[in-house]
């Protein structure tokens, strides 16, 4: 693999790269608490079946710039970071993938920026629209987004996080998957990521803004209708989401114009991790 670092809308981006230069390009987003190690099962996979795979930490993790300011995290701000991938890269219309909260910056791209997409795969998130609705109007849900309204709280918890060695941190995402989703390795490497300076503030920011946008949404005096998606898309699903309902998985599929959805009853939120071998072989499917 290699390592670039990339200088778009206003901001520098680490970003790993593998695979033949003359492949067709797919681009993977991480979301939280990961960076572009999150993908290490599929980039061999990927690169195996001749694609050129692009992998950037996003804004505010791990090498790439942390920008201050809860307004720099904005998910519009964080689409734009990827179409400036695309131009960087030269790629016109792209094969995007994405997770938990690489997923929603994946959708909205989708939404905003429809020309510079060829296909669209999402991995465990719902479309925006419908995660909306669903915290709003469903209870269930409500409580599942728990850690959503904690990490609105500033300062404390970066303390709560980041204290003796990130052990918080890391429980929350090894009992967020099955047991042998994350090794301790594994651990061992995200704890590098989440000790660079900025970098937990960088990541907290992102459901910082998506609170503030929800709020001016929800005050609006204009509801807007739920957004189509007119790309083809694939959607994966791991059932045991301890924090996403799969509930919302089909609202979402139903939404897209060409959509396919697909559940993976053993898997939990990581469904990347727990299912490698089968969200490959999906992922390279769609994606020729």
Request: aromatic share 12%; proline share 5%.
């Amino acid at each position: 693999m290699q390592n670039q670092f990339v200088t778009i809308n206003n901001i520098t981006l680490h970003v790993v790269t593998d695979g033949p230069e003359n492949g067709t390009a797919v681009i993977l987003l991480h979301g939280f608490p990961e960076f572009h190690y999150g993908w290490k099962n599929q980039i061999p996979a990927l690169v195996e079946a001749g694609f050129r795979v692009i992998v950037p930490d996003q804004r505010g993790y791990n090498l790439s710039d942390k920008p201050q300011g809860i307004s720099a995290y904005d998910v519009d701000i964080l689409a734009k970071d990827i179409v400036g991938l695309f131009d960087h890269f030269g790629i016109e219309k792209a094969k995007l993938v994405g997770h938990d909260w690489g997923a929603v910056v994946a959708w909205t791209v989708a939404i905003n920026h429809p020309e510079r997409l060829e296909k669209l795969a999402i991995l465990n998130v719902p479309h925006p629209d419908v995660m909306t609705d669903f915290v709003l109007r469903n209870p269930a849900q409500r409580k599942k987004s728990w850690y959503v309204f904690f990490f609105q709280i500033p300062w404390f918890v970066e303390w709560v996080l980041g204290r003796n060695n990130f052990e918080y941190l890391a429980r929350i995402l090894t009992r967020s998957g099955r047991k042998n989703t994350f090794t301790e390795a594994d651990v061992v490497e995200y704890k590098k990521a989440w000790s660079q300076k900025g970098a937990l503030t960088g990541m907290i920011n992102w459901y910082r803004a998506v609170m503030r946008r929800g709020l001016r949404h929800a005050f609006s005096l204009k509801k807007p209708g739920a957004r189509r998606v007119i790309i083809p898309t694939l959607m994966l699903w791991g059932k045991h989401d301890v924090a996403l309902s799969s509930e919302m998985a089909q609202p979402s599929i139903d939404l897209c114009d060409q959509g396919e959805l697909i559940f993976f009853d053993k898997a939990t939120h990581w469904v990347q991790h727990d299912a490698g071998e089968e969200v490959n072989q999906k992922l390279i499917e769609f994606m020729r």
